[in-house]
């Protein structure tokens, strides 16, 4: 049996397909561009006057939808071909991102995201598979690596591109510079089609199996391995993302503007670029499970120096400690997608690109739904105490990271001492 567009081994390859991962990394940039909407949140939630809890539907109707679709499109890419359904996404994606600049009420808005879901679903199920097909079978780390330098560059730049097309255009802007970027790429998908190669499988026996997501499950519950870096990528996001939610809101409150905050952001992003970028190295030299130790360790240091931070330790201290924890974050990401991709079969490269997603967005809904719950709890309470409201702010946002950098720790622990009871 054949999987059009699908990683091969007998096809000639390209010797410069690095234009190939650019339209790739183009397409996929949907996903990571959409930080741009977090340096949005306060502008969101003023313009719809809404209750600060509230603007986390924004995040989670978006999220929800393109999670729950992913593995599913994931084995469409695998069963119709991963362009197909990559170019589908794109077109989904851009009409999605233009009723959502336009949207008139808020009510208008969550519908736009919730079809950005569907197009994001669509496009970032096959964009790894695609990623990959670029490279010989034996390059798969360099591949993940690539693309996982690609999609931390684009929100590298989200930040910063979401401050300046604010100023321009308000908060719909975060929104309305994606469009052409999406066309863009869909414009230059026919030139990937003389670039993949096609596969030609022998049907291995576990196939049919692990490349459904009835499969999926069970090799969970038949490999505890597996389903234990699945979990560690989910708590990984969970705590992480607690840098996105809290800077849009501290660094305005210690007198930062947006374009500034957004700065910032993209520094913790650019620490992302560079441990993807730096996990090959590493894993020349160490096993993924001690390459994704190293990470977790270095991302709960980057977490409890950031939330150790006071308003006039910005800069540059919190820039320093906002690299550290992305290069951890950086590394696992790569460590984490070469394992499952090494798990699953070759088969399942839809699948196996969409699981990886999966992981980081339950992680992310987790982190919208509890730690802004969190948030507007020790802000209640700073100010019951007599803070300031900038003080109250402050506290209530950085104090976040003291407890995901906790719960990093026990996690970390807890995978060592998991590791080494098995020696003993």
């Known amino acids: 049996m054949s999987t059009p567009l699908s990683p091969g081994a007998d096809t000639p390859r390209s010797p410069t397909p690095y234009l ?3 339209i790739v990394g183009c397409g996929a940039a949907i996903a990571p561009l959409d930080f741009a909407v977090n340096v949005a949140f306060p502008a969101m939630t003023e313009a719809f006057a809404l209750a600060t809890p509230d603007i986390r539907w924004v995040a989670v109707c978006y999220v929800i939808t393109y999670g729950s679709l992913m593995l599913f499109c994931g084995v469409l890419g695998d069963r119709l071909g991963h362009l197909r359904v990559f170019r589908w996404g794109l077109v989904l994606s851009a009409l999605a991102l233009a ?35 670029l490279l010989a079978v034996g390059q798969r780390t360099q591949a993940l690596s690539v693309y996982g330098a ?19 255009w308000g908060w719909a802007g975060v929104y309305g510079f994606r469009v052409p970027i999406v066309l863009l790429a869909w414009l230059c998908t026919p030139w990937l089609v003389r670039r993949l190669r096609v596969q030609t499988l022998s049907t291995p026996g576990d196939a049919s199996q692990a490349g459904s997501v009835r499969g999926l499950w069970g090799l969970m519950r038949r490999d505890a391995d597996f389903a234990w870096i699945n979990l560690l990528s989910v708590v990984v996001q969970f705590c992480s993302f607690t ?56 991302m709960v240091l980057g977490l409890a120096w950031i939330g150790a931070m006071s308003m006039a330790q910005v800069w540059p201290f919190m820039a ?7 290069v951890g974050l950086g ?4 460590v984490y997608a070469d394992q499952v991709v090494a798990t699953l079969p070759d088969s399942a490269r839809g ?47 950085m104090g976040l990271l003291p407890w995901a950098a906790g719960l990093a720790l026990a996690l970390l622990l807890l995978s060592v001492w998991r590791w080494s009871s098995r020696w003993h």
């Open 351 to 397: 699948l196996s690109g969409s699981l990886t997603l999966v992981t980081r967005t339950v992680g992310i809904v987790g982190a919208a739904m509890f730690w802004l719950w969190l948030m507007e709890l020790l802000q209640s309470r700073a100010l019951a105490q007599g803070a300031s409201k900038p003080d109250a702010i402050w506290a209530s946002t």
């Open 150 to 168: 690609m999609f931390a560059a684009a929100g590298l730049l989200a930040p910063l591109l979401g401050g300046i097309s604010m100023q321009h």
């Open 331 to 334: 590394v696992f990401q790569v």
């Open 99 to 133: 009723a959502c600049a336009a949207a008139p009420a808020y009510a208008w808005l969550l519908a736009g995201r919730v079809v950005q879901g569907i197009g994001v679903a669509l496009t970032l199920s096959c964009a790894p598979a695609l990623a990959m097909g």
């Open 320 to 326: 320093l400690a906002l690299v550290v924890q992305g």
């Open 20 to 22: 190939g991962f650019a």
């Open 243 to 298: 840098i996105a939610l809290s800077l849009p809101y501290a660094l305005p409150a210690a007198g930062w503007g947006g374009t500034a905050t957004g700065a910032m952001l993209a520094i913790w992003l650019l620490g992302v670029l560079v441990g993807s970028g730096v996990a090959p190295v590493l894993l020349r030299h160490m096993s993924l499970r001690s390459a994704a130790h190293w990470a977790q360790g270095t």
